[in-house]
């Protein structure tokens, strides 16, 4: 099923704050293998001149994933199929780290909805914020739904 | 950094128990992360990493040729082909990199080639980081010196 282009500048609603912990951020450090001390240790961070301990560099991930699938591919009028859904490119652009204590928000945009060689091509930018609308990073998903 | 500087080779031992622990940590458990059966079912070779997984690998080589954990401001990058991670031992992903450019004092543009067995998994994958090391001039973020 084609994407329908008029989706394309289609916005969200916002999410709800995703509690920024320095648990998960060493979490994820660790799961990645990432031993720098900033993403464990908060006075590590602070001496960076960060508040708290920063996260790595794809960790917004957690969060831009979770608003676009749960907003974009399940929305009913998109029609898409998740299980014929591969990830294609990711971008991050970053105003400041991700840091423990962060509360962020993620407002999803379509930027894309095209077809190509069978497959619709689904481009999701994720701005993601401040509670206190601080912007941090945005986040570009370009997702392929593979054709039949 | 010099303009086409080549940065040293990075290589990353890649288990099914990393990818256990990173499914954990990012909330994906797509079974194809984790499953012979599922991976076989969709036609995969065998268990693939998180594309994600991958391009952190590639962030942690970005973080270890800047010198700090917060230097990386863009960072892109596009799936190409999976990592196969056998049941036992370890897949090994190489991560290599060419300053392509220095947009401005304390920046440089990076194109990163990385591979698995010989193969490119991720295409077009490039970052722009910051080259100013640790407590040199303003903390970028904040504009004011650092540990204010």
Known sequence: ?148 | MDKGEQLPTRVYQVTRADLVRYAGASLDFNPIHWSDRVAAEVGLPGVIAHGMYTMALAGRALVDWAGAPDAVTDFSVRFTRPVVVPADGAAEVQVTGVVRDLPGPDQAQVDLTVTCGGERVLGAARATMRTCLGKQGANPYTGRPWGE
């Open chain 1, 1 to 148: 099923m084609a994407l329908d282009p008029g989706i394309v500048g289609r916005q969200y609603p916002p999410t709800e704050p995703y509690e920024v912990g320095r648990e998960k951020i060493r979490e994820f450090a660790t799961a990645i293998g990432a031993d720098d001390p900033a993403y464990h240790d908060a006075e590590a961070a602070r001496a960076l001149g960060h508040a708290d301990v920063i996260a790595p560099p794809t960790f917004p991930i957690l969060m831009s994933f979770r608003a676009s699938f749960a907003q974009i591919v399940d929305d009913p009028d998109l029609g898409v199929d998740y299980s014929r859904v591969v990830h294609g490119d990711q971008r991050f652009a970053y105003t400041r780290p991700v840091q423990a204590g962060d509360r962020l928000v993620c407002r999803c945009v379509v930027d894309e909805a095209t077809s190509r060689g069978g497959h619709d091509i689904l481009t999701i930018r994720t701005e993601v914020a401040t509670d206190l609308d601080e912007p941090v990073v945005t986040v570009w998903s370009k997702l392929v739904v593979r054709g039949h």
